[in-house]
C-alpha cells in the first residue's frame, strides 16, 4: 500500500451562508418521483423490478441565505455511487444555484429500490455482460426530474426563523447485526429479518442508537419541513420483484398527510450493522408493523420539538482518502476476471469493486459534510457505514444536537471498524470494497467537521 494515499485529505470550508448583520434565511421544498421502470436491476442487479407496490421519491431542502445554498436530499434508492453521486451533486448544484460539495445527497438504502453506478454500467455493457446494475437514460431521466422540482421549488421560497430539534426513543426496531451465540462467540448473522433464527431474535439488541431526530424548519410559528432520521437498515422483507419504498416510506407518508404544508424528510442514520433482524421474522404483516413504531418515534420527537432562533448556518467539509480494498480478491486484475464470469450478479458486483477502484487509484477523496446550524449540526457520512460512527460523532459534540445521516456516497460500501475486521464480520465478504484502517482517517475528519478539536 503506498503510505501516500494513507493520509487524510482535509480541505475544510468555514462559510457562513450569511453575511454580517441581520441574518435573512429562506427554504423551499421539493419532491420528485423517481420510480424505476419495468425489468430495471434491483439492489445492484440482484433481481429486476416486476410490479410497483409504492412509488419511490427524492425529497428535499434547499436553504439559502446571504451566500451559496445548502440542499439536503434523500432519495428512496439503495445506494447512489462514484460517477452517479457526482452527477446527481452536479446536476442538483446547477438548479440549486451552488456548489457540488453543498448538495447533500443521501440514499434512505430499501432493498426493494436500485443502485446507480453509472460507470461500472458501462463497463458491463462494453464487456456485453448481462449483468444489470441501472439503466443509464432512466437515470439522467430522474436526476433531471429532481433537478427541475428543485428549480421550481424556488418560486415558492419561505422565511425560515427558527430552527427546530427534537428526539425520541423508537421502540423495537433496531437490532445489532452482531450478537453473542452461547459459547459467548459473536456472529454476525442477524439480518433484516431472523426468520427461524431464534437465537437473533432473542439475544440482546446490541450497539445501537435508539434515538430519532427530527430537526425542523419554521416560519415564525409555521412548519416548512422536518428531517427525521434513525439508524437502521429500513427492510422488512424484500426480494420479490416489487418496488417500494417500505416501512420508512410508509411513516413517512403517514406524517405527511397530518402535516400538509410541512414537508416531511427522512434519513437512514448510519446503520451498516443495525437491522430489524431481533423483532422482525420476515411475515408480510411486519412491515405496516415496523411502519408504525417508526411513526411513533416521529409524532413524539415532533411533540419533544423545541424551537430555537435561526442565527448562523456555516458549512464545513472535510476531504477523506478512503483505501480502496485490497485484498486478493479486490485487486483489479481479479474483479476483472470476475466481471467476466457468467454469474451477473458478481459481474455487477465486479463492475462495482472497479468503479470505485478506479476512482480511489486516481486520488478521488470522499467529502464529509457538516451543516452546523450552532444548537445543531447535520453531518452526512459515506457508504453503508456502522453505527459506532454515528455514536462517535455524538459523543464529539456531547453538548449539541447532532443528526447523522448515513449513506452519501456509497461506492465504499460496508465501512466498518477495525473491532469488525479483528472479530471476521461475515458481512463483510463481498459489499464492502474499502481496506481495513478507514476507522481513523474517517473519525478525523468527522471530528473535523464538527469543529469537535
Known amino acids: 500500500m503506498n503510505p501516500a494515499w494513507s493520509r487524510i485529505l482535509l480541505f475544510t470550508l468555514l462559510l457562513p451562508l450569511t453575511s454580517a448583520g441581520a441574518a435573512s434565511y429562506f427554504a423551499s421544498t421539493f419532491t420528485a418521483d423517481v420510480t424505476v421502470p419495468m425489468n430495471h436491476g434491483m439492489m445492484g442487479g440482484l433481481w429486476k423490478s416486476r410490479s410497483v407496490a409504492d412509488p419511490l421519491y427524492a425529497k428535499g431542502v434547499v436553504l439559502s441565505g446571504g451566500g451559496k445554498p445548502v440542499v439536503f436530499v434523500s432519495v428512496d434508492w439503495c445506494e447512489i455511487r462514484n460517477e452517479a453521486y457526482d452527477r446527481w451533486r452536479d446536476v442538483i448544484a446547477d438548479a440549486a444555484g451552488t456548489t457540488r460539495e453543498r448538495v447533500l445527497v443521501s440514499s434512505i438504502h430499501q432493498h426493494d429500490t436500485p443502485i446507480a453506478d453509472l460507470a461500472a454500467q458501462r463497463m458491463l455493457n462494453e464487456k456485453k455482460r448481462e449483468g444489470s446494475i441501472c439503466d443509464l437514460e432512466f437515470h439522467e431521466t430522474a436526476v433531471q426530474r429532481v433537478a427541475a422540482a428543485v428549480r421550481a421549488s424556488l418560486k415558492n421560497k419561505q422565511p425560515v426563523t427558527h430552527i427546530g430539534t427534537g428526539q425520541a426513543k ?64 429500513p427492510m422488512s422483507y424484500y426480494r420479490t420483484g416489487a418496488v417500494s419504498a417500505d416501512f420508512p416510506g410508509m ?72 483505501e480502496p480494498r485490497d485484498h486478493d480478491e479486490f485487486k483489479v486484475a481479479a474483479l476483472e476476471k470476475q466481471m467476466m464470469g457468467t454469474n451477473s450478479w458478481q459481474q455487477c458486483l465486479a463492475a462495482m469493486g472497479l468503479s470505485w477502484r478506479k476512482r480511489a487509484d486516481a486520488g478521488q477523496t470522499i467529502d464529509v459534510p457538516v451543516i452546523d446550524f450552532g444548537v445543531a449540526q447535520f453531518l452526512l457520512l459515506p457508504g453503508e457505514i456502522y453505527v459506532e460512527y454515528q455514536l462517535a460523532a455524538q459523543a464529539m459534540r456531547p453538548d449539541s444536537f447532532v443528526f447523522v445521516a448515513g449513506y452519501g456516497e456509497c461506492a465504499p460500501g460496508y465501512i466498518p471498524t477495525e473491532k469488525n475486521w479483528e472479530e471476521r464480520d461475515g458481512n463483510l465478504r463481498d459489499w464492502c470494497w474499502v481496506h481495513p484502517g478507514a476507522e481513523k482517517p474517517l473519525l478525523d475528519a468527522i471530528r473535523k467537521s464538527l469543529n469537535a478539536e
Open 251 to 322: 411513516a413517512r407518508a403517514h406524517r405527511q398527510t397530518e402535516t400538509p404544508d410541512c414537508l416531511q424528510v427522512y434519513f437512514s442514520g448510519a446503520s451498516g450493522n443495525v437491522t430489524a433482524g431481533k423483532y422482525n421474522d420476515g411475515a408480510r404483516t411486519n412491515r405496516a408493523v415496523l411502519a408504525n413504531k417508526l411513526y411513533d418515534g416521529m409524532v413524539s420527537a415532533w411533540e419533544t420539538t423545541k424551537r430555537h432562533s435561526l442565527k448562523r448556518v456555516e458549512f464545513r467539509n472535510t476531504r477523506v482518502r478512503l
Open 170 to 233: 423508537v421502540k423495537e426496531i433496531a437490532s445489532n447485526r452482531r450478537y453473542l451465540l452461547p459459547d459467548g462467540r459473536p456472529s454476525y448473522n442477524r439480518g433484516s429479518s431472523s426468520g427461524r433464527n431464534v437465537l437473533a431474535r432473542e439475544a440482546p439488541e446490541g450497539t445501537i442508537d435508539p434515538w430519532l431526530k427530527t430537526l425542523s424548519f419554521w416560519n415564525g410559528d409555521k412548519p416548512v419541513a422536518a428531517l427525521s432520521g434513525y439508524a437502521t437498515h
